[in-house]
């Protein structure tokens, strides 16, 4: 992936801290959410992976498709549609990852080129501009394909929306009940106000990792 440094480090303090969130709730959270937070946690951990500014071993990207396709088909087993989304999305940025490397055709072929001219001058800048060129096409030309990727930022935006406006009006719901004395004093919730706020957190934790994904989507 492209894009400076500071960068993929942000995503790699922000995938590290959202797994070891989630990876704590998956140990002492509600049973209904366990499962959930181990999701998050695979996903937020592997996120602070894949960011890593520096130079990853060769075989890493291979590790990480086998690993979220893995995870998306088993998340799709258990249609939970949108982690088969995530770690299918991440499976195909690891993909995405080696394929570039292996594109360099037409970069080879331009600086080739030169080398067919009739004329030494144009076969000597032919030279001079190949490696410039292929430098400078590398940084340029996308990973992936478009059109996917395209899909997958329409996708993520939408969720990162819908569920930034969704946790908003229930924190300040929940909060307004219990200034007021409401049901929240009188009927409390199962499991107390920390179950409330770990939920709550939960889900800014997944509204955070999916402003991660749109940034490493653009970053192909």
Do not use: K, N
């Not at 990852?97 to 009739?118: D, F, K, R, Y």
């Not at 307004?176 to 106000?193: L, R």
């Amino acid at each position: 992936m492209h894009g400076p440094a500071w960068v993929g480090w942000l995503l790699v303090l922000l995938g590290a801290a959202a797994g070891v969130y989630c990876l704590a709730r998956a140990r002492t959270g509600p049973v209904a959410q366990r499962g959930e937070a181990r999701g998050e946690a695979l996903m937020a951990l592997g996120m602070a992976a894949m960011a890593w500014p520096l130079a990853p071993p060769s075989w890493s990207p291979w590790l990480f498709t086998a690993v979220f396709g893995t995870a998306g088909l088993w998340a799709l087993a258990r249609r939970h549609l949108h982690h088969a989304v995530g770690a299918l999305a991440m499976a195909y940025m690891a993909v995405a990852m080696v394929v570039p490397s292996q594109q360099p055709g037409h970069t080879g072929q331009m600086g080739q080129m030169g080398h067919l001219g009739t004329m030494e001058p144009m076969a000597q800048m032919g030279q001079a501009g190949g490696a410039s060129g292929a430098a400078a096409m590398a940084h340029t030309v996308p990973g992936g394909v478009p059109l996917l990727t395209g899909l997958l930022l329409v996708y993520f935006t939408g969720y990162v929306l819908a569920a930034g406006v969704r946790l908003v009006p229930a924190a300040g719901a929940v909060s307004g009940e219990a200034v007021a004395g409401g049901p929240v004093a009188d009927e409390p919730v199962a499991g107390g106000p920390t179950a409330v706020a770990g939920s709550g957190v939960l889900r800014a934790c997944r509204v955070a990792m999916g402003i991660g994904m749109l940034a490493m989507l653009l970053a192909l």
